[in-house]
């Protein structure tokens, strides 16, 4: 995009110009679910402030590379790569996640399954490469239980420094989302954007306290804003 920024305050202001028009993305979101044979409604009360936050950070920016925790059914992965391939640049999305086949209180079985679904169905294979394993280490016990899958998948990615943004909506204990942030930091082009983007920030209270606490160590180094409304997130940028 010719007029791609790195700046915090433009992408913040992009992201809310483009609530205006939430409602289409969400209905875009929603079928290239309804083509996979899931009819998915996406909760505009919430989930799509967070889903269109990312899509225009994605495409209003330079970011390319993305590393992610916590796949999921892919909503947000997904969201990033229909803004990459709408910029028609190359660029990739790291996604992480154990792959329970049952995660919270939902009972929508093998999310992930679900995802990769997706995700072939709409030809988005060359955009997102799904890793299974913890991030760091498995924390997250009061939410699921704990797969047997390969840890420090997150080190192991950050070693490529190539990372324009990290989004973190994996293990939402303090010591996960913590350790991701750490971690996460050490995947950063230090050339890119440094974006590192948290999910629930209001509604997790062990969420808020790690970035609190993360937040207090790099005060020198790092560009914060938060968005307060239902389950919240923060985007913070290194500089
Ligand atoms: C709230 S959901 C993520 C929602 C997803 N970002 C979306 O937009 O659809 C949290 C996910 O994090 C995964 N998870 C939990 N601990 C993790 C870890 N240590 N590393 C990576 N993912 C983890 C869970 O299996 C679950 O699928």
């Given amino acids: 995009m010719s007029n791609a920024t790195c700046d915090l305050n433009e992408i913040?202001?992009?992201?809310n110009a483009a609530w205006k028009d939430s409602s289409s993305f969400?209905?875009?979101?929603?079928?290239?679910?309804?083509?996979?044979?899931?009819?998915?409604?996406?909760?505009?009360?919430?989930?799509i402030y967070f889903l269109s936050a990312l899509h225009t950070i994605?495409?209003?920016?330079?970011?390319?590379?993305?590393?992610?925790?916590?796949?999921?059914?892919?909503?947000?992965?997904?969201?990033?790569?229909?803004?990459?391939?709408?910029?028609?640049?190359?660029?990739?999305?790291?996604?992480?996640?154990?792959?329970?086949p049952l995660y919270g209180q939902e009972v929508i079985s093998d999310p992930v399954g679900i995802a990769k679904?997706?995700?072939r169905n709409c030809g988005l294979e060359d955009l997102i490469k799904f890793h299974k394993g913890?991030?760091?280490?498995?924390w997250d016990?009061?939410?699921?239980?704990?797969?047997?899958?390969?840890?420090?998948?997150?080190?192991?990615?950050?070693?490529?420094?190539?990372?324009d943004m990290?989004?973190?909506?994996?293990?939402?204990?303090?010591?996960g989302t913590y350790w991701d942030l750490e971690v996460?930091?050490?995947?950063?082009?230090?050339?890119?954007?440094?974006?590192?983007?948290?999910?629930?920030?209001?509604?997790?209270?062990?969420?808020?306290d790690a970035v609190n606490t993360w937040k207090k160590k790099y005060s020198n180094r790092i560009d914060f804003r938060s968005h307060k409304k239902k389950n919240g997130y923060v985007i913070i940028q290194v500089i």
Avoid at 12 to 15: G, Q, V
Avoid at 74 to 94: E, H, Q, W, Y
Avoid at 134 to 138: D, F, I, L, R, T
Wanted: with cysteine.
């Fill in 12 to 15: 913040c202001k992009s992201i």
């Fill in 26 to 47: 969400k209905r875009e979101l929603e079928l290239v679910y309804a083509n996979a044979g899931y009819r998915w409604e996406i909760d505009s009360s919430d989930q």
């Fill in 58 to 100: 994605v495409l209003s920016s330079s970011i390319r590379y993305i590393i992610q925790t916590g796949t999921h059914a892919g909503f947000s992965a997904i969201s990033m790569a229909l803004a990459l391939r709408k910029k028609g640049v190359t660029g990739r999305i790291d996604t992480i996640d154990p792959e329970p």
């Fill in 117 to 119: 679904k997706v995700v």
């Fill in 134 to 138: 913890y991030s760091v280490k498995p």
């Fill in 141 to 163: 016990d009061g939410r699921m239980d704990l797969p047997e899958a390969p840890h420090f998948v997150l080190n192991q990615l950050a070693s490529d420094r190539r990372a």
């Fill in 166 to 175: 990290i989004l973190v909506d994996g293990d939402h204990s303090f010591e």
């Fill in 184 to 208: 996460g930091l050490t995947a950063l082009n230090p050339n890119g954007a440094k974006i590192m983007f948290v999910h629930d920030y209001v509604s997790i209270s062990e969420v808020a």
